[in-house]
């Protein structure tokens, strides 16, 4: 993860990490992890995934489960992960 605007705060194994501009990030394949944007402000990250795990229909699905005017249901997230071979972790 590559911070570009805004403040990310990342849990990776347990640790909170805050990530802002050019600040990166790594997290190595199986770890459990997530995050969130604590701010009002816009965030953005860029994310390099390798191998591609996960293909182009993943991010389209969950940009239209995201990308409504209401917050993100989490029911159907953990729905579109699983069926992209993710494994939704509680936090």
């Known amino acids: 993860m590559y911070g570009l605007?805004?403040?990310?705060?990342w849990t990776v194994a347990g640790?909170?990490?805050?990530?802002k501009p050019r600040d990166?990030?790594?997290?190595?394949?199986?770890v459990v992890h997530g995050f969130v944007n604590e701010t009002q402000a816009i965030a953005k990250m860029l994310?390099?995934?390798?191998p591609g795990v996960?293909?182009?229909e993943f991010f389209?699905?969950?940009?239209?489960?995201?990308?409504g005017p209401a917050?993100?249901?989490?029911?159907?997230?953990?729905?579109?992960?699983?069926?992209?071979g993710?494994?939704?972790a509680p936090f």
């Open 60 to 67: 389209r699905e969950m940009a239209i489960a995201i990308g």
């Open 47 to 50: 994310c390099v995934l390798t």
């Open 71 to 84: 917050p993100p249901d989490p029911a159907r997230m953990g729905e579109i992960m699983k069926r992209h």
């Open 5 to 9: 605007e805004g403040v990310i705060t």
């Open 54 to 56: 996960l293909g182009p």
């Open 86 to 88: 993710l494994i939704p």
């Open 24 to 30: 990166d990030l790594f997290i190595p394949r199986g």
């Open 15 to 19: 640790k909170r990490i805050e990530i």
